[in-house]
């Protein structure tokens, strides 16, 4: 060998290891070089149950059911209480015996405004050895004792499947949702807490909540007071809940969408809505009259994917397939909404596919917990995936987590029109926003909404505004995030609102 060639050979060697050092470095935290654009999905990591239904309790902790340990349909034996605070192993996680006899799988289920208790509306029965006839059953979860126990009244109706979202009179709502396989549930029923149920009898609908639309209808507190519904086949309605209910048909008519592709209120009275055959569109619910603007799709139809509103607004969409509950057309990887400019990113990409019985939930830290899949389908998801959103990295290529500000106090509660003193840890602080705690379960994120707040800063103590009305913000359990000069937001402080 000449000198020459062993000086060039030592030289590309050289150039290799440095180039290798570099990406080490970039691949230090687990995370590539552009992780800041894309954010990263952590391990997969055990969950001791199959996540169908997911709820942030009060104290930020995950209550989660639908199955056995094993990942069968049952939600009969056990439950889960998660404390993301503690990590992902198995001492994070506290799985108790379900003693009500109720099968809770493809229930409802929403954290009530004042109690803060979980309401479970209906679930699943086996009859003649047949699965998936309902019941009427109603179950309460309370998060200071981590107990589950029966409610003493049940529902007027049998429900499986059943849609549950808080309004702005701070009752419970209960849409739809079928009475056994051949009959739907088309008459709402009402919760309120101390007093118990009352059945909308003069609000009874087959299209808006029936047998056209009675899979766990897509239903939003709407800033005029009333309940807005848009359904799988394209009709829109206004639900008023007061007394035994008024229901009138808008004159907005959307595109085809499907029980399984799903929709979300992003901001105050705008609906990010997906429909059959990668359309989307943005319903405006603030005006008169309900309108509907085409965006750009997501890219492909994902059945049983999820949306989810992240702490800066953004819509994180992950999961799903082409074809309903199917191995074709997985969408591994995740995308991101602008709504700015209603455009797209993409993200990262996830390591299971996450189909029927899937779940993803903003966490009180600013992560995205995705978990679950299965009972039925192609895989059995005991497992879930975190996933750190951009905002959480510093914004460059390192592949690091930036430093998080702090909020150093803040209110135990709120109400609407009424500022609130917030402290941080850091002056400088560049947005303050407001995310209901979640409640998902088969891609729908019951009561999601976000509100971007106002405030005035003087040094690291905020004086922030708190929303106008129930109409925008129900009562109830929200988080609160502060951001700082780089786009970084707190972990958030629970506040709940109320009167
Ligand atoms: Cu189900």
Known sequence: MTTRRVTRLVSTRFAKALLLGGTLTALHAGAAWDT??????????????????????????????????????????????????????????????????????CSGQIVLPA????????????????????????????????????????????????TVLTTAAGE??????????????????????????????????????????????????????????????????????????????????????????????????????????????????????????????????????????????????SGGSFVSNVANGVAYTAKIWNPANNGWTTAATAAKMRLY????????????????????GPVVNLNGEIYTPPYLYKQDITGTLATRPSITSAPATATWGVPITVTANVSGISKVTLVKTGSVTHTVDFDQRFINLSYTASGSTLKVSMPASANVAPPGYYMLFVFNSAGVPSVAKIIKLNS
């Not at 894309?38 to 059911?65: A, E, Q």
């Not at 993301?84 to 108790?96: E, N, R």
């Not at 009675?214 to 809940?241: C, E, H, M």
């Open 36 to 105: 800041y654009v894309k954010g990263s999905f952590g391990p997969v990591v055990n969950w001791p149950l199959i996540p169908i239904h997911v709820v942030l309790l009060p104290d930020g902790r995950v209550l989660g059911y639908g199955t056995d340990g094993q990942g069968n349909q049952t939600g009969q034996f056990t439950y889960d209480v998660w404390d993301p605070v503690k990590g992902t192993d198995a001492a994070s996680h506290l799985t108790l015996p379900n003693t009500t006899g109720t099968d809770t799988f």
């Open 115 to 162: 109690s803060g208790a979980v309401l479970l509306t209906g679930g699943d029965k086996t009859v003649n050895n047949v699965r998936n006839y309902s019941v009427n059953d109603v179950n309460l979860f309370d998060y200071r004792s981590s107990a589950l126990y029966s409610a003493q009244q049940p529902m007027a109706f049998l429900r499986w499947y059943p």
């Open 357 to 376: 019985h899937s779940v993803s939930m903003l966490l009180p830290d600013g992560r995205i917990l995705t978990a679950g899949g299965g009972a039925p």
């Open 172 to 317: 419970v709502l209960v849409l739809g949702g079928r009475v056994d396989p051949n009959t739907p549930a088309p008459t709402p029923e009402v919760y309120t807490e101390g007093k118990g149920w009352r059945s909308l009898t003069t609000a009874t609908n087959d299209d808006a909540y029936g047998i056209n639309n009675w899979s766990y209808p897509r239903a939003w507190q709407a800033p005029n007071g009333k309940v807005f519904i848009a359904t799988k086949l394209g009709g829109t309605y206004y639900l008023d809940p007061a007394g035994t209910g008024k229901l009138e048909k808008t004159s907005l008519t959307l595109s085809a969408s499907d029980e399984y592709l799903t929709s979300l209120m992003y901001a105050p009275g705008k609906i990010l809505s997906f429909r059959k055959l990668n359309k989307a569109v943005v319903i405006d619910i603030n005006g008169t009259t309900p309108k509907a603007t085409n965006v750009t799709g997501v890219g492909q139809d994902r059945y049983h994917g999820s949306a989810t509103v992240m702490a800066d607004g953004k819509v994180f969409v």
